[in-house]
């Protein structure tokens, strides 16, 4: 959280020590707009594992400013549909910065359909209306993680229950859906086997530019 309140460099180099930053661990790049990338996650849980990143360094995305709303929302709108064609309906999913490896702001977008979270449950602490409810909760409470798929989109405290019952009851189920190893694998395994998933990838996404812009 600390890392937030600092101003994020004008410099244009951004964090010497962030891998986000420096672009070291961003090999794949499908998109970029004015403040943001769109890259392959280099150690994908499935095939369709990708990454929206602001390019300027934000602790997570309750530290990403409204001004970038618009942009944010129209590349999630592209990837909506890209999803619902190639895979099925897009999961995005943020840890915040709670259990998060790199300290750099980054959604995740997975292919797991629809979640059937049930709202009774009360596993989430709050339903996220708007960006804002998420910045609130970041400059109020600190940390959080978020899931959104077509329906809803939450907000969870930072617990260790809460947040093993969604790995459990979505990832999982996310991952046997997609027929993707539901064993669980090291980064470095996922990064070791994540090459010909992340090409399958990069060809629908040419696939889906080239309709896109005819
Ligand atoms: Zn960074
Ligand atoms: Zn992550």
């Not at 229950?161 to 859906?177: E, T």
């Not at 980064?187 to 399958?200: D, M, N, V």
């Amino acid at each position: 959280m600390q890392n937030g309140n600092q101003a994020p460099s004008e410099s244009g180099a951004g964090r010497a020590d962030c891998t986000f930053c420096q672009r070291t661990e961003i090999s794949d790049i499908l998109k970029e707009t004015r403040h943001f990338l769109l890259a392959a996650d280099h150690a994908p849980l499935v095939e369709g594992h990708l990454l929206v990143i602001p390019k300027r360094h934000y602790a997570c995305y309750g530290d990403v400013p409204a001004s970038l709303d618009e942009e944010l929302f129209a590349l999630k709108d592209e990837l909506r549909r890209f999803y619902t064609q190639f895979y099925a309906p897009v999961v995005f999913w943020e840890h915040g910065v709670f259990r998060q490896t790199v300290f750099h702001a980054h959604l995740h977008c997975f292919p797991w359909g629809n979640l059937e979270y049930d709202l009774e449950s009360n596993i989430h602490t709050a339903v996220v209306a708007q960006q804002e409810d998420i910045r609130t909760w970041y400059h109020a409470q600190g940390h959080y993680f978020y899931l959104e798929d077509e329906k809803f989109a939450l907000l969870f405290a930072p617990e260790m229950d809460r947040y093993m019952h969604v790995i459990q009851h979505v990832f999982q189920k996310g991952l046997a859906s997609r027929g993707g190893p539901v064993r669980p694998r090291s980064p470095q395994q996922r990064y070791a086997e994540g090459r010909p998933l992340i090409e399958a990838t990069l060809a629908k996404w040419r696939t889906f530019e080239r309709q896109e812009v005819t």
